[in-house]
Nanobody, 119 residues
Framework: QVQLVESGGGLVQTGGSLRLSCVAS????????MGWYRQTPGKQRELVAQ???????HYADSVKGRFTISRDNAKNTVYLQMNSLKVEDTAVYYC?????????????WGQGTQVVVSS
């Protein structure tokens, strides 16, 4: 069973920083593309950042230059460092694992962690 456990959310003021962590089940992390998504009420979940390998990363335009995604394969953990936070970054943040096996991909989600940025 694949499990993703996020942590690190909370309340922060505009301009502040938070680091989100997502620990994945052992055995799947190394063959997974990892990503962070976010969702606000009434809106679709959107991609924030994705990491394929240490050098292959993708970011939403809205977070480029402020957020950094990284992974530690030894710890089965993906991180999202969020700096210069804005009110519009307020959302529930979800970790996603795209697990590759035999040429096919399966998606798994964490339970989400709330980030609130106050003005």
């Amino acid at each position: 069973q694949v499990q993703l456990v996020e942590s690190g959310g909370g309340l922060v003021q505009t301009g502040g920083s938070l680091r989100l962590s997502c620990v994945a089940s052992a055995g799947i992390f190394s063959r997974s593309d990892m990503g962070w998504y976010r969702q606000t009420p009434g809106k679709q979940r959107e991609l924030v950042a994705q990491i394929i390998s240490r050098t292959n990363t993708h970011y939403a335009d809205s977070v480029k230059g402020r957020f950094t995604i990284s992974r530690d394969n030894a710890k089965n953990t993906v991180y999202l460092q969020m700096n210069s936070l804005k009110v519009e970054d307020t959302a529930v943040y979800y970790c996603k694992a795209e697990v590759w096996s035999g040429g096919s991909k399966s998606d798994y989600w964490g339970q989400g962690t709330q980030v609130v940025v106050s003005s």
